[in-house]
């Protein structure tokens, strides 16, 4: 298995690419493997999918369980896995770089920083952590990045968090740009008008997640954009829970099994998992 700096090298190096690359979000080892085995170049992790796997909501995920997730992922294939790590379990600026130290001693080659204060009910009123505070946590995290070769990815929820201002995530991502990191991001983001718009503000790459009816696009049109990195998000995840959903209602409600005449069969899926 190649080391976690030889995996970020990689992972570095496919953002400085010809071309726009997608990283697929697994949500444990074996879709991990089926995933390398259909030739994506970079792995992703998801809060949520994580989150539905412990039978839980997203953002109910402890740092410790966040960790033991990713090694599991990491330890599945040879792919750099990049992890979302939400808020870095941590408010302050000294709490999220801890995260990220201890994130790339799990052999991650990158992870997120997102400037969401949280899921919580007393949020509502305040879903951002004040700009300021946002770029030092930023700041904090990308000075124990660049020392550990872990590529870190900023993201601005605005549009997630009911605050859907384009000058506002523009300005947040350009200083978090200007505050060490690697990578851009901003879910939700409206119509291509605004892809374009935010690619156009950044000298970094920019990562788009797909995975939002209505506001995902073809990978054709989000590189035109110029975006750098496609992710996927819960959408997976959420694509194979539908299919359980429908199969075990198919099951229950009518009494038939033609949900088995579309499976893989089992030496099939074998094929994948090695």
């Given at each position: 298995m190649s080391s976690q700096r030889e995996k970020a090298a990689r992972f570095r190096a496919l953002h400085e690419g010809p071309r726009a690359f997608l990283i697929a979000n697994a949500w444990d080892a074996g879709s991990a493997r089926i995933l390398a085995g259909l030739g994506f170049p970079a792995l992703a992790t998801s809060s949520g999918a994580s989150a539905g796997v412990l039978g839980r909501r997203d953002g109910k995920v402890t740092r410790d369980e966040c960790f033991a997730h990713v090694r599991l992922i990491c330890a599945a294939t040879d792919l750099p896995v990049s992890a979302d790590l939400e808020k870095c379990f941590a408010d302050s600026p000294q709490g999220a770089a801890e995260t990220i130290r201890l994130a790339a001693e799990t052999g991650l080659a990158g992870g997120s920083i997102e400037d969401a204060v949280g899921t919580n009910a007393g949020n509502r009123d305040k879903p951002l952590?004040?700009?300021?505070?946002?770029?030092?946590?930023?700041?904090?995290?990308?000075?124990?990045?660049?020392?550990?070769?872990?590529?870190?990815?900023?993201?601005?929820?605005?549009?997630?968090?009911?605050?859907?201002?384009?000058?506002?995530?523009?300005?947040?991502?350009?200083?978090?740009e200007k505050a060490g990191a690697d990578v851009l991001m901003a879910p939700g983001l409206p119509d291509l008008a605004a892809v374009r718009a935010v690619c156009a503000a950044l000298s970094r790459p920019f990562n788009f997640m797909a995975g939002i009816k209505g506001k995902s696009f073809s990978v054709a049109e989000l590189e035109a954009a110029g975006v750098r990195r496609i992710s996927l998000a819960t959408s997976l995840y959420r694509a194979a829970m539908t299919g359980l959903i429908d199969a075990a209602r198919e099951v229950k409600d009518k009494g038939t099994f033609g949900y088995l005449e579309r499976t893989l069969a089992t030496p099939d899926l074998n094929n994948y998992l090695g």
């Open positions: 952590f004040d700009f300021n505070l946002a770029v030092e946590r930023v700041a904090a995290a990308a000075e124990v990045a660049k020392k550990a070769d872990f590529v870190l990815t900023a993201r601005a929820e605005t549009f997630l968090r009911g605050k859907p201002d384009l000058d506002d995530t523009i300005r947040r991502l350009q200083a978090f």
